[in-house]
């Protein structure tokens, strides 16, 4: 976020608070530090409803949907591989030679980079257009899940 010098709002603290930051940090002004740390309070608790109001909860899930839907699609929409069904949003990565590679379903369909493919021509493509099973390379990070699933076990467990 940027301002400008007319955007300031001049919040009054301590003068025993600021110095003590000034004494801790070893600069002189310590407005920029302070800044940074109101901007970190608002990033981790984006959303927090232990924190903020009920009305500004419902209006900042509504610009997450809406900004959601413009980046990736309806949510409820997505792109099936196989048996396999990948929301939009759902995150795709494939390690080849060290080297991490990133692909991701919007609007119904698998983006590396702005190209659109299967599976299995992502595989090939990150590994120098060599044949690849993309099931036994792919691993796959749903939309608000936290870490990532091998694709070979998606299959197995739709399967059965």
Same mark, same amino acid.
């Given at each position: &976020?940027? %301002? ?12 025993? !608070?600021?110095?003590?930051? /000034? ?11 302070? =800044? ?7 990033? +981790?608790?984006?959303?927090?409803? $232990? !924190?903020?109001? @009920? @009305?500004? !909860? ?31 949003? %759902?995150?795709?990565? &494939? %390690? ?11 609007? =119904? *369909?698998?983006?590396?980079? *702005? =190209?659109? &493919? ?5 595989? +090939? ?5 060599? #044949?690849?099973?993309?099931?036994? $390379? /792919? ?9 990532? %699933?091998? @694709? ?5 467990? *739709? #399967?059965?």
């Amino acid at each position: &976020m940027t %301002t400008q010098p007319t955007d300031f709002v001049y919040v009054p603290i301590s003068a025993a !608070i600021y110095a003590e930051l /000034i004494r801790r940090s070893g600069r002189d002004n310590v407005a920029i530090y302070i =800044e940074n740390q109101v901007q970190d309070f608002l990033d +981790s608790t984006e959303g927090d409803p $232990d !924190i903020w109001s @009920a @009305a500004y !909860i419902e209006r900042h899930a509504k610009d997450l949907s809406d900004q959601f839907a413009e980046e990736y699609g309806e949510p409820t929409r997505g792109y099936q591989w196989q048996n396999v069904f990948l929301p939009n949003g %759902t995150s795709i990565r &494939m %390690t080849y030679r060290g080297d991490a590679r990133h692909a991701e379903i919007r609007h =119904e *369909k698998l983006i590396y980079g *702005k =190209e659109s &493919m299967s599976p299995s021509e992502f595989a +090939s493509r990150v590994a120098s257009n060599t #044949s690849r099973n993309a099931w036994r $390379d /792919i691993y796959v990070k749903f939309p608000g899940d936290s870490g990532w %699933t091998f @694709a070979d076990d998606l299959r197995r467990k *739709k #399967s059965r």
